[in-house]
């Protein structure tokens, strides 16, 4: 059973850095294709940053330059540094692994920025 386990939200204020992580368990990680959703209150889940097997990744116009998303096959655990965090990031994240056609998704973790 695929399992996606997020962790690192909370509060922080404008400006701030926090670090997400998601430990997967129960599929092959180093072929696992894994992304960051969020979704903020009223709005649609949308794409954060996504990192592919050979390490190649994307990211969302509104955090790139602010946001890495890095992988440890090692660990089976991906990673999401968000910087200069603003209100706008304020959302639950999502991790998300692409494994064999199907995609699997974690419980969320709350972001939340104040000012």
């Known amino acids: 059973q695929v399992r996606l386990v997020e962790s690192g939200g909370g509060l922080v204020q404008t400006g701030g850095s926090l670090r997400l992580s998601c430990a997967a368990s129960?599929?092959?990680?180093?072929?696992?294709?894994m992304a960051w959703y969020r979704q903020a209150p009223g709005e649609q889940r949308e794409m954060v940053a996504n990192?592919?097997?050979?390490?190649?990744?994307n990211y969302k116009n509104p955090v790139k330059g602010r946001y890495t998303i890095y992988r440890d096959n090692t660990r089976s655990t991906i990673y999401l540094k968000m910087n200069s965090l603003q209100a706008e990031d304020t959302a639950v994240y999502y991790c998300?692994?692409?494994?064999?056609?199907?995609?699997?998704w974690g419980q969320g973790t709350q972001v939340t920025v104040s000012s």
């Open positions: 998300i692994a692409n494994f064999q056609s199907r995609n699997y």
């Open positions: 129960g599929l092959r990680f180093d072929r696992a294709n």
């Open positions: 990192i592919a097997v050979d390490t190649v990744r």
